[in-house]
């Protein structure tokens, strides 16, 4: 009997030391010690992301692109453009306004005006007339060009140094026209016509046209132009220049490179070989190019715009830049349609 008391009592006991530990509203269960295999995370100011950007404080900066047309070359300028600025300053620090202009002028303006509305931070103009819609908006906003041949035709400067100067500089797509010329000599030697096809709305074809123009006719080539205003009449402008000339050059120009189907239509069937001043070109309509990568420039001018935005760059003293390369590239089945033999040296225009 005395064993059975004094068990009840020690059960009373434990029970009113539970009901002692219990007490003080129970943080144990609420709060369970925290796992030392985990970081524990440092409070701090403004509940910024802990993640730091690649460069720069984790600042997001608002991009405008303007691209004034739709081709392969231009694309690939805005999507070395993008990579470069994504990966030098994280994905989640960019943001990019984009607006395509479809070949109008006039929608280049819309596009700019839209993004002077929305404060961009930058702007990239991407071809000759997004630079100069770009040029007449703003004189406050860092404007960079890209795929442009020659600011000075573009802006109408004098005494061109290689700095534009103000708010704007960028990058070229000019390959070296010399070299061009005589590529175009090492080919078709005994060629006696050279006909140059462009569109007459683009300064800087007409630029390119006006250069290797000289150096054709110091080569003693006989040299005629043939410019199509529109796409309209590319194919019929195409056409006169067949008639005319034993080779057809293209210099790096937008109307031309959206219709390169439309003028391969005509010059192949006319057995008259076409030297591109761009890959893209060649790859439609061309036998050989001496081509830049618009990728690079489009890299190169991200590279800039992080300089400028994250580091304070001075974008008046920024010198236009070029393209670290140029290669000498030739399409094949174009080549072997026309019985052109390709000296060494030429790389194969990699087709879609």
Known sequence: M???ILA????????????????????????PPQDETQPV???????????????GDGTKYT?????????????????????????KLGEANVEFKEGNASGDTANCSTIINGFLSENV?????????????????????????????????ALELEDWSGTVGGNISGTSDLAPLDQQAEMLHELFPDAQSVGLLYCSGEPNSVYQCDVIEGYLKDMGYSVSRFAFTDTNDVA??????????????????????????????????????VVAGEEGICK??????????????????????????????DISTMAVKSAPEVVKKYNAANCEALNITVPDGYEAVVMD
């Open 8 to 31: 009840l009592l020690l059960a009373c006991m434990m029970v009113a030391g539970l009901a002692a530990c219990s007490s003080g509203g129970g943080t144990q269960e609420s709060n």
């Open 284 to 313: 439609g309509c061309g036998a050989v190019t001496l081509t830049i990568s618009y990728y690079d420039i489009g890299y190169i001018a991200g590279e800039m715009a992080c300089d400028i935005l994250v580091n304070g760059a």
């Open 63 to 87: 991009i405008g692109i303007c691209q004034q047309d739709q081709h392969p070359a231009l694309d690939a300028a805005t999507q070395g453009f993008k990579e470069a600025l994504i990966e």
């Open 41 to 55: 995370e440092t409070a701090q100011s403004g509940g910024g992301d802990n993640t730091a950007a690649p460069a």
């Open 236 to 273: 019929s402008v195409a056409q006169t220049a067949c008639d005319s000339s034993d080779v057809i050059y293209i210099p790096t120009d937008n109307t031309a490179a959206k219709n390169t189907e439309a003028i391969a239509n005509v010059v192949l069937p006319a057995g008259v070989p």
């Open 121 to 153: 931070d930058l702007i990239l103009a991407n071809a000759t007339g997004s630079l100069q819609a770009a040029h007449s908006a703003t004189a406050d906003i860092p404007i960079l060009g890209t795929s442009i041949t020659d600011y000075a035709t």
């Open 2 to 4: 005395k064993k059975k």
